[in-house]
């Protein structure tokens, strides 16, 4: 009998039973790659582990998002106020209009009367304070010559003395004279007397009021 060629049985069933070994998935390599990639797999109710400093860290961060979000709709809210106040007072401004006071009459008896301020102290047939009506060839006493403001004052305090008088430019351009009325021809007439013992005696009160400062006026002379 011949002898037969290759391996023996037991050989083959042996082959077979490592390689069926090798391809097996439950192998402890297959089964321990299994359990980490089912570690790795979030699923629900799983419990996932932090250190105690992510926590830290991700609270952290969560209160500065709310900090910033907060401030932010705070200017926001405020600037939108600050448009809504000044919308409104534009429209107040519009709505309320200041009335027109109606003319007084005998039909609206309680209204009040306001006082109107006169436009010159004095005679009403005498000119503005401001005016020149002097002659060329007549003599008018000079009570002082001063700035336009101080000739002014004391030509006012005349005229409520009752005494008439006007402020005109002197010489310089920057000073005036206040002149007295009625003038004269005649530096030595009656009336020019006259205008002289009513300025002393103006002066005298003058000279105690704050403005006159202590002139009496005792130094006013006559020029044509």
């Known amino acids: 009998m011949s002898k037969r060629k290759g391996p023996a049985l037991y050989e083959l069933i042996s082959s077979a039973r490592e390689s069926e070994q090798k391809q097996s998935p439950d192998t402890p390599e297959r089964q321990e790659q299994d359990v980490d990639l089912q570690r790795n797999v979030l699923t629900p ?29 705070y ?5 939108k106020g600050d448009a809504a106040r000044d919308d409104y007072a534009a429209r107040l401004q519009e709505v309320f209009v ?12 309680t209204l009040p009367i306001i006082p109107q301020p006169r436009a010159e102290l004095g005679n009403t047939a005498w000119g503005p304070v401001l005016s020149d009506p002097r ?15 101080g000739a002014m004052q004391l030509a006012s305090f005349c005229r409520v003395k009752g005494l008439e008088t006007y402020v005109v430019s002197g010489h310089n351009t920057r000073r005036f004279n ?8 005649n530096r030595n007439s009656p009336e020019m007397k ?17 403005e006159g400062r202590g002139s009496d006026l005792k130094d006013a002379y006559p020029i044509r």
């Open 45 to 73: 109710g799983r419990a996932i582990r932090m250190s105690i400093g992510t926590i830290g860290v991700v609270a952290a961060v969560c209160i500065a998002l709310i900090i910033i979000s907060y401030t932010a709709g």
């Open 75 to 79: 200017q926001n809210g405020i600037a």
């Open 135 to 149: 002659r060329p060839d007549f003599y008018h006493y000079v009570l002082i010559n001063t700035t336009k403001e």
């Open 98 to 109: 200041e009335p027109i006071q109606p003319p007084i009459t005998t039909k609206n008896p």
């Open 194 to 210: 006259l205008v002289q013992s009513k300025i002393h005696a103006i002066g005298q009160e003058w000279a105690g009021t704050k």
């Open 178 to 185: 206040v002149v007295a009325f009625p003038g004269s021809a």
